[in-house]
């Protein structure tokens, strides 16, 4: 072997094993991923704060390689167990844990994982936080400014605010008076959003009206996280980025009655400079154009009356005839420290041994991978879990 890692290996209490390992004791685990490959994953403590450390020894070259790791840690757990899935990503499961934090996806060869490699030139592997079950789609919301978007906006969330969750964009224009740092926008600087769309954190972004604005992809991760559904409000060229990407959501055109009242409306608003006004009026013009799109937007609604354009998007989001019913399940699983791995297709069956049989009288589950989706930079979701033969969420 090459040099030692730089981690603290030494602390390491159980077996080093490239199977279904049963690490539950030990700091590190090492993972074959491909026939050159060794993924080494060690929880470790630097400056005092437990963090995950990833090392890749290259077989055919005998060399390790620190990589550069992307997407949001863990929380380490003493004991972990890692199993490969197959040669794109290593699933994590972190022991002493819930259901809502003990899946972690080690993506080490995804489409975003290859994209980085070849735009950085050097090893990236990246998190991604597995989540039980799916969420609903997300809504996005276009149209040329002062139309009411954030209006119509505002109804929904006031009216249904366990349902609908605001992606907070980001932003480098200056705040409105009466508008708050991360409730309204993330306010920012445009070399710091620069550099973190270079990052890969962003699903979307947009010269708008002379601003950068985009949305970030953890806007949209913790709102679906809260068990809620997104609303996205955006301008037509973020509709059609979004559109592109691999987020699936409806997409809503709001069309003023004229342009005459779109006008009125963005003075009567008062927030922008004439010139300001003059600007987002030209924008109007092409956005109107392309709102016409079938192919990108899935429903166009006139926001003449008010009341009347709130009823007919709650009709379309199926809300007129009372509330929806969440579907998020608030069953939660534990997995203890002491637990052992092992796979049949696309599950893995985690059996937590004699004490958690007295805790929650669940012995061992299944973790179904069969309808996973998104990944890295995002979370993969989609995850079932089914105690002895019934499924407990989805
Ligand atoms: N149907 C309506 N009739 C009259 N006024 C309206 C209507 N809908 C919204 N307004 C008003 O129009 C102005 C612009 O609305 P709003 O700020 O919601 O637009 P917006 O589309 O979110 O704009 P922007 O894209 O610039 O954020 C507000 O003063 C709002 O009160
Ligand atoms: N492409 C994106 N467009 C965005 C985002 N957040 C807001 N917007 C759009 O910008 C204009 C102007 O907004 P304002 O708050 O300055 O009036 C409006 O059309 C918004 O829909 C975003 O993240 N990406």
Not at 56 to 74: E, Q, R
Not at 259 to 274: A, M, N, Q
């Amino acid at each position: 072997m090459g040099e030692a890692p730089a981690f603290f290996i030494d602390n390491f209490q159980g077996n080093i094993s490239n199977e279904l390992n049963l690490n539950s004791k030990g700091y590190v685990t090492t993972i074959d991923v491909s026939c050159n490959k060794t993924y080494v994953i060690g929880a470790t403590e630097k400056e005092s704060t437990p963090t995950f450390e990833i090392q890749i020894l290259d077989k055919s070259t005998n060399k390790w390689v620190i990589p550069i790791v992307f997407g949001t840690k863990p929380k380490p757990s003493k004991g972990f167990s890692a199993i490969s899935l197959d040669e794109d990503r290593i699933l994590v499961i972190k022991g002493n844990s819930s259901s809502d934090d003990c899946f972690w996806f080690l993506e080490v060869n995804t489409a975003f994982v290859r994209e980085q490699k070849t735009r950085l030139g050097t090893e990236v592997a990246s998190w991604s936080k597995g989540v039980i079950g799916e969420a609903e789609k997300p809504i996005v919301i276009s149209g040329p400014s002062g139309v009411g978007k954030g209006t119509l906006i505002s109804k929904l969330m006031e009216e249904f605010p366990s349902m609908f969750g605001f992606s907070v964009s980001h932003t480098t224009r200056a705040p409105r008076n009466n508008e708050q740092n991360g409730v309204n926008y993330h306010f920012t600087e445009r070399s710091i959003m620069e550099k973190d769309i270079n990052d890969g954190k962003f699903l979307e972004f947009a010269d708008v009206h002379g601003n950068l604005y985009g949305t970030s992809i953890e806007a949209v991760d913790v709102v679906a996280d809260g068990g809620k559904r997104c609303i996205l409000d955006i301008d037509v060229q973020g509709a059609r980025s979004v559109r592109a990407s691999s987020l699936e959501a409806i997409f809503i055109f709001i069309c003023p009655p004229s342009f005459e009242e779109l006008e009125k409306r963005l003075r009567i608003r008062g927030t922008e400079t004439e010139e300001q006004i003059q600007k987002r009026l030209r924008n109007a013009k092409a956005e109107l154009e392309q709102g016409k799109s079938p192919a990108l937007f899935d429903h166009i609604l006139v926001n003449d009356n008010l009341d009347t354009c709130y009823e007919n998007l709650k009709k379309l989001l199926g809300l007129s005839d009372g509330i929806k019913i969440s579907q998020k399940s608030e069953l939660v699983v534990h997995v203890p420290l002491e637990h052992t791995v092992s796979r049949i297709d696309q599950k893995i069956v985690i059996n937590c041994g004699g004490s958690e049989l007295e805790k929650s009288a669940i012995n061992s589950f299944a973790l179904d991978l069969s309808s996973i989706k998104g990944g890295a930079p995002g979370r993969t979701r989609g995850l079932n879990i089914y105690v002895m033969g019934t499924k407990i969420s989805s």
